[in-house]
T-cell receptor, first 115, second 109 residues
Framework: GAGVSQSPSNKVTEKGKDVELRCDPI?????LYWYRQSLGQGLEFLIY????????KSGLPSDRFSAERTGGSVSTLTIQRTQQEDSAVYLC?????????????FGPGTRLLVL | GQQLNQSPQSMFIQEGEDVSMNCTSS?????WLWYKQDPGEGPVLLIA?????ELTSNGRLTAQFGITRKDSFLNISASIPSDVGIYFC?????????FGAGTILRVKS
């Protein structure tokens, strides 16, 4: 596609439920990144993929968070047993190569609200 | 937590005024970046700075990378209503970006 797309654009869920967030990167981009943006805060790095492998998962806040990427393309971020503090905008970005993070293009984000 | 300190947190200025915001860090970054985020969108790169002391312009925007690689400023000249949004600084370290908390810019017509 023309840019990075994310779905759903908005998600409201109840505390304790699991959610899956999807990211479709720009075609041909080998690196994919997930960030979390809480209200009034900057972006917080969660995880990045080079191809299908995740060399850096250091930003995942707890073991309730996981992510996978298949076929070197689509990625899903899964949050299990959601908590109210998980409410945030989850942004995905992709870049042609991983060692040029300044070349990342961002998607519009998924706004998650945990009630 | 945030490793970049960005100020001011918000600004409310008259159309036509010049704007200045800055970012400082206790750590050195290889590359310094400035982004703008509009409501409901992801951040868009405005300017990338690669060399200490580098001064770069992009239209009405000017940014400089500090000599110590620990700070940067962004200037917007002759602000217009479409400049409203959130401006983020970010530093790159390896394959990751570290972001400041953002400066919210509001422009009065």
């Amino acid at each position: 596609g023309a840019g990075v797309s994310q779905s759903p654009s908005n998600k409201v869920t109840e505390k304790g439920k699991d959610v899956e967030l999807r990211c479709d990167p720009i075609s041909g981009h080998t690196a994919l990144y997930w960030y979390r943006q809480s209200l009034g805060q900057g972006l917080e790095f969660l995880i990045y993929f080079q191809g299908n492998s995740a060399p850096d998962k250091s930003g995942l806040p707890s073991d309730r968070f996981s992510a996978e990427r298949t076929g070197g393309s689509v990625s899903t971020l899964t949050i299990q047993r959601t908590q109210q503090e998980d409410s945030a905008v989850y942004l995905c970005a992709s870049s042609l190569v991983a060692d040029r993070p300044e070349t990342q293009y961002f998607g519009p984000g998924t706004r998650l609200l945990v009630l | 937590g945030q490793q970049l300190n960005q100020s001011p947190q918000s600004m409310f200025i008259q159309e036509g005024e010049d704007v200045s915001m800055n970012c400082t860090s206790s750590s050195i970054f290889n590359t310094w970046l400035w982004y703008k985020q509009d409501p409901g969108e992801g951040p868009v790169l405005l300017i990338a700075l690669y060399k200490a002391g580098e001064l770069t312009s992009n239209g009405r925007l000017t940014a400089q990378f500090g000599i110590t690689r620990k700070d940067s400023f962004l200037n917007i000249s002759a602000s217009i209503p479409s400049d409203v949004g959130i401006y983020f600084c970010a530093g790159s370290r390896g394959n990751k970006l570290v972001f400041g908390a953002g400066t919210i810019l509001r422009v009065k017509s």
